[in-house]
């Protein structure tokens, strides 16, 4: 298994609505995705695009916003009611020898792999195993998906 690059950082937010007007207009923003629900996950999901000088697809910030009560990040909210870091997201080639890796190392898989935002498989893994750190382990999107 080999780390790939950082693809997102999840923010969980009590409003999608919100939180890109704070990145278009405080941080300069200028490629947010249109926000979409995932009734599945509980979610609803939006990207801002990070700028890159080569070319290449920068790391975004994926903005979250639970659905309903029982979404799996209204405990978060919860907590922490203005939002904030939720995950961080790195890529692998193959999910498949990802997850056998991680288990082998003994760590906490949460849940079955699924298909995440990007519509490539995903797996997230325990803060406790991961410095404290909900960590998302997501296929490399293939060709157009970002």
């Not at 300069?28 to 995932?38: D, L």
């Not at 700028?51 to 799996?72: A, F, K, V, Y």
């Not at 978060?76 to 056998?100: M, S, T, W, Y």
């Not at 079955?112 to 750190?133: S, V």
Request: aromatic fraction near 6%; proline fraction near 8%; charge should be negative.
């Amino acid at each position: 298994m080999k780390l790939g690059r950082l693809n997102h950082i999840g923010v969980a937010t009590p409003s999608i609505a919100e939180s890109i007007a704070y990145y278009r207009d405080t941080m300069g923003a200028t490629a947010i995705t249109e926000p979409f629900a995932m009734p599945e996950q509980g979610v609803k999901v939006c990207f801002v695009d990070t700028p890159t000088d080569s070319g290449l697809n920068g790391t975004q910030i994926e903005l979250i916003e639970p659905l309903d009560d029982g979404s799996p990040i209204h405990g978060f909210l919860a907590k922490n009611p203005l939002g904030g870091q939720h995950h961080v997201c790195f890529e692998v080639e193959d999910i498949g020898k990802a997850r056998e890796w991680f288990e082998g190392k003994g760590k906490r898989i949460l849940g079955p792999t699924r298909i995440g935002a990007h519509g490539t498989p995903i797996f997230f893994l325990h803060p406790k195993d991961m410095m404290g750190q909900l960590t998302e382990i997501m296929e490399t999107p293939k060709g157009a998906a970002h």
